[in-house]
């Protein structure tokens, strides 16, 4: 993992980006251009802005109507710079899935956009998009359902270059898929078979073979390990760690597991109910949350050291959290916070540097959108 | 306990057993699945036991055996393809592998109970969680209708759901995965048991939720002076509740250890393997310890120990001899009480 | 993370499936889910003996001269019922003896089942396609197109089948063996629309068709080679086993006289003759009765062990 700058986070850089914007209709042999030029190390390759997703509650058998909206991301912004890591963690519900199913324009965003080299890829659509698509790839959580059970593994990995045919010429693909197999550690005489004669493992190097075909930059991984076993999972994280090296990879890496996160992240974004709560380096989330529920979430996650249950204090939050089609006003966090007070139920907090912490080089001194933000001696998880 | 009345019909705790006898014994245990491909052996000879107000956590990865041993204590094995060809389990000292029906329906539900990792799919979707929990208090102790319900709701406080009168008669899909579990956990209560099996309870919940699940156990346990034994792959959620520890690998048990003691200096390179793939913050930027390889095929264990072609300390004695799970003692001889490892060379494994 | 462990009813499933995927190294060939299940069904005995009986029925469709010289229409009223079943003269015209108008009922049972086999492979032929082609596109479109065709399979499903094709077919005067299918298929499509509708649905959730969107693949691609591929398991059950229920609902509608007519022959047709002498001539119905049943028998078992095979829940 190279060194990045990494206090250069702030959010307000997005240089030409307006300008691509305001020319309205996108010239696509232009945007193809824009896509194909190569970013430096260090500098932002993905920029997403108040990004939303609301999915339409609908009632109704032939005639349907809208009866309210699940609001899965509810306005997320981050960068993610070249060759690097971020991580993003969360509970189920925050919205982190669909953030990756976003910027794989898997899913049309509400509003709000993803510009990936200046280009805004939620507005983009047939050669553009599909472009696009070669530079983006994605690593899925589920090895077992991620691979169509009925087609071989050389046919899997190899249909991406069916796809786009200008990747590899025909007489090369087999192979190109038999490389492809032995980066990621498989047997190359392997082609023939179908995904249920391997084991969880297996899969998921399979399915990271077939996100590589294309030579991607950027990797979206939603939970690329915690469906394998313990023992399993660091052979995955090695692997992937390898990859970036070798290929120059930037990843997206969504996960649960706090430690594994923050193994491999150089940047960590927290999310809750649709917002981004909390963004930094990996050591200014983990060593000096300032966001309640960071804190929360850090010292709930069981640490695998017994001494630690005698020391420190351990946050409990109560109850669940809140449904995403009926989130709380203000903060999204305050039905659970301990310091909620008036203020966070009518205003809702700005994911920025807190006032207390600005020009201050602490390293607290990182977004985080609480109205109270301070730091707090926790029990760290991975720490 | 205010919640069961103790004149019901409820056997005798100690019936039977001689008083010396431990909570649960499990004792040599061997089940096998009768598959197309072949005989897949599950579970190869497992010893453990359990005592009231002991929390056992049996850690293990998926086809190791664990959760197959717990099915085999409850009785819900699907048999066939399964069988138990051999071992006892001892409840109080009686097996209950060879007890009549009547007698082991007795003891699994009311003395044993479990709990499961989905508790949506352990719930019935159509009936109210009132009447769920209800019916174990009509069936066991033929309670009305109407006291079934308050001791439902009781049991619901106790687990601590919020408005829990206002909610007795919700279907399960209304509350949210770790309100259910805690309605599983009501469940496995109800009738007082001696012992709870609880199978990756946490494992489906949100971390901060897993957190409150886990301590309302923890906190029914101690009141109840319960038995615990606590299915689990997460060395997390072992070191934060467990008093000792059995680590399962291919259907064996390779590590018996006092929670604090397994965590400093384990005695099984598969435990040592595992403990040290968790990233450090140490080696940040490094590349994480993997122990190499694949999972067992439980259809073709390899011969002598079975953790041979992943460890890096094997030697030609691990690819013959299947090493028996022997004390472990300290470098001077004396004694570590509770540690045990299946491992040829555990000596070098601990003390080297 | 739900997939690491197991719960209570996959376990000894997952105890079973895991080694089983591991265990490709062992087993050095590839393995298609295809093959899995054709090793499967080679080894089921029921398999084996509906396949026979079928592959049997087949040839005698196609072939029934081979099988007989008599000719079934010859009617020769000397032997009118007085021929009883001679079962010791295999393969000869008075075999099983003769009908009310002195015709071999051998004969005429062997010339018989081409009708029964052609209705049966044409309605579910058509159905498949016609039903499946529907189902396929409600279940991966959705939206207005899912609504419209569910909600025409619904009215269809409110017809009753048998009523339904009755009254269909009683607008034809000459009812040939394709006016008979045409009417079965306008009506039977419904049940085939909905499993296909329902297993798309399944199968275009699952990561890899997500997957292959995400490299771009277009509609085509997707639907042919990763949606359909895995939908068609049930699909292809249920039109075994309903084969078996057309043949059938021909017979009922010739024996109602509502079917196929003379000239063409049918069992249904036979069998509503055989039934008017029931008590002094029960073998004039007794054959082509037993025919229709062993061939529905036939059809449904076959689809039973295609079901067992395919079923995912073994795999």
Not at chain 2, 43 to 72: F, R
Not at chain 3, 14 to 32: M, T
């Amino acid at each position: 993992m190279a060194e990045l700058d990494k206090t250069d986070g702030s959010m307000d850089a997005t240089p030409n980006v307006t300008e691509v914007v305001s020319v309205g209709a996108v010239d696509e042999t232009a945007a193809v251009a824009a896509i194909e030029a190569p970013v430096e190390r260090g500098e932002p390759i993905l920029q997403v802005r108040n990004l939303v997703k609301h999915f339409p509650l609908s009632q109704g058998i032939l005639f349907k109507r809208q009866v309210g909206a699940v609001k899965a991301v509810d306005g997320v912004s981050f960068d993610l710079y070249q060759g690097e890591t971020l991580g993003i963690v969360g509970e189920s519900g925050c919205g982190k899935s669909t953030v990756a199913r976003l910027l794989m324009a898997l899913e049309t965003a509400t509003s709000g956009e993803v510009f990936y080299k200046g280009q805004d890829i939620t507005r983009l659509s047939g050669r553009a998009l599909k472009a696009v698509r070669r530079n983006i790839q994605m690593v899925f959580q589920d090895p077992y359902t991620s691979l169509n059970p009925r087609m071989t593994v050389g046919d899997i990995i190899g249909e991406p270059f069916d796809i786009h045919p200008e990747v590899a010429p025909k007489g090369d693909r087999r192979a190109k898929v038999q490389e492809l197999l032995d980066v990621v550690g498989l047997n190359p005489e392997y082609i023939n078979r179908y995904p249920h004669q391997f084991s969880g493992g297996q899969r998921q190097r399979i399915g990271i073979a077939r996100g590589l075909a294309l030579n991607p930059e950027i990797i979206i991984c939603d939970e690329p390990v915690s469906a394998l076993d313990v023992s399993v999972q660091a052979q995955v994280i090695n692997l992937m760690e390898k990859l970036q090296d070798e290929f120059n990879l930037s990843y997206v890496f969504i996960a649960h597991d706090l430690s594994i996160v923050r193994h491999i992240s150089d940047r960590v974004g927290v999310m809750y109910l649709g917002k981004m709560a909390e963004i930094g380096t990996d050591a200014e989330i983990y060593d000096h949350p300032t966001h309640p529920y960071t804190q929360a979430l850090l010292s709930a996650v069981p640490v695998p050291d017994p001494e630690a249950r005698e020391r420190g204090e351990r946050i409990i939050l109560a109850g669940d959290v809140p449904s995403p089609a009926n989130p709380p006003s203000g903060c999204r966090f305050r039905t659970r916070c301990w310091k909620a007070q008036d203020k966070c139920s009518t205003e809702m907090p700005l994911l920025a540097v807190p006032e207390r912490f600005k020009g201050s080089d602490s390293p607290a001194a990182h977004e985080s959108a609480c109205h109270f933000a301070e730091e707090k001696d926790i029990v760290g998880a991975a720490s | 306990m205010t919640i069961i009345d103790k004149t019901a019909d409820i056997p005798a705790p100690r019936s039977g057993g001689p008083d010396d006898a431990r909570l649960l014994e499990v004792r040599d245990l061997h089940v096998e699945f009768h598959t197309r491909d072949g005989v897949a052996k599950a579970v190869n000879g497992v010893n453990y036991s359990v005592d009231s107000g002991e929390t056992l956590a049996v850690l293990g990865e998926s086809g190791s055996g664990k959760s197959v041993t717990a099915q085999a204590i409850m009785g819900i094995l699907d048999m066939p393809p399964g069988k138990i060809p051999q071992g006892q389990i001892l409840y109080r000292g009686q097996d209950m592998l060879t007890m009549s029906n009547e007698e082991r329906r007795k003891i699994r539900g009311q003395k044993i109970a479990m709990i499961f990792q989905d508790a949506l799919s352990s719930l019935n979707p159509v009936l109210s969680v009132g009447y769920q929990l209800g019916e174990m208090f009509r069936v066991h102790q033929g309670l009305s209708r109407k006291q079934a319900k308050l001791k439902a709701i009781e049991l619901m406080e106790r687990v601590k759901i919020p408005a829990a009168k206002q909610r007795v008669g919700d279907y399960p899909h209304q509350f949210s995965g770790g309100m259910r579990q805690r309605i599983m956990i009501a469940m496995a209560l109800a009738l007082e048991p001696d012992l709870i099996i609880a199978d990756e309870p946490t494992t489906a919940l949100d971390v901060t939720v897993q957190a409150q699940v886990m301590d309302l156990l923890k906190e029914l346990q101690t009141e109840f002076n319960m038995g615990l034994i606590l299915i689990t792959h997460d060395l997390g959620v072992v070191a934060d509740v467990a008093d000792k520890i059995a680590v399962m690998y291919a259907g064996r048990i390779v590590e018996t250890a006092p929670v604090h003691e397994l965590y400093k200096r384990p005695a099984h390179p598969y435990t040592r393997g595992l403990l040290d793939s968790i990233p450090r913050l140490d080696q940040k930027g490094q590349e994480l310890y993997a122990i190499k390889g694949l999972p067992p095929n439980l259809l073709k264990i390899p011969s002598g120990c079975a953790f041979n072609p992943r460890c890096p300390k094997a030697e030609d004695i691990c690819r013959t001899e299947i090493p028996a799970l022997v004390p472990v003692s300290e470098q001077d001889g004396s004694e570590l009480p509770g540690r045990g490892s299946a491992c040829h060379f555990w000596k070098e494994t601990i003390h080297g | 993370m739900p997939d690491v462990t197991e719960t209570k009813t996959e376990a000894a499933v997952d105890a079973v499936a895991a080694p089983s995927a591991a265990d490709a190294q062992s087993k050095d060939k590839p393995r298609s889910l295809w093959g899995d299940a054709w090793f499967d069904l080679r080894h089921r005995p029921m398999f084996w003996i509906s396949s026979i009986l079928l592959v049997l029925l087949l040839v005698i469709a196609a072939f029934p001269g081979l099988f007989t010289g008599a000719n079934p229409r010859d009617g020769d009223l000397t032997n009118h019922f007085l021929t009883k079943p001679e079962l010791g003269h295999l393969f000869q015209a008075d075999w099983f003896g003769y009908d009310g108008q002195g015709r071999s009922i051998y004969a005429r049972v062997v010339y018989g089942t081409r009708a029964s086999i052609m209705v049966g492979v044409g309605v579910t032929a058509a159905v498949t396609l016609v039903g499946g082609l529907l189902g396929m596109l409600a279940g991966y479109f959705g939206g207005w197109l899912d609504s419209v065709i569910s909600r025409v399979t619904d009215i269809f499903f409110g017809i009753p089948f048998l009523l339904g094709a009755m009254v269909v077919l009683n607008a034809f005067t000459d009812r040939k063996v394709y006016v008979v299918i045409l009417a079965l298929a306008f009506l039977g499509w419904t049940s085939i629309c909905r499993v296909m509708r329902a297993s798309v649905i399944t199968a275009k959730q699952a990561d890899y068709v997500t997957a292959a969107r995400a490299l771009g693949a277009g509609t085509p691609r997707i639907l042919f080679r990763h949606v359909l591929p895995n939908a068609l398991a049930p699909t292809i059950v249920v039109a075994t086993i309903a084969l078996g229920g057309y043949i059938s609902a021909e017979a009922t509608l010739s024996f109602l006289g509502l079917g196929l007519g003379e000239p063409t022959i049918s069992w249904g047709i036979d069998i509503a003759q055989g039934s008017q002498d029931i008590r002094d001539n029960p073998h004039a119905l007794l054959f082509p009765a037993g025919m229709l049943s062993l061939t529905v028998f036939a059809f449904i078992m076959l689809g039973d062990a295609v079901r067992d095979a395919l079923d995912p829940k073994l795999r």
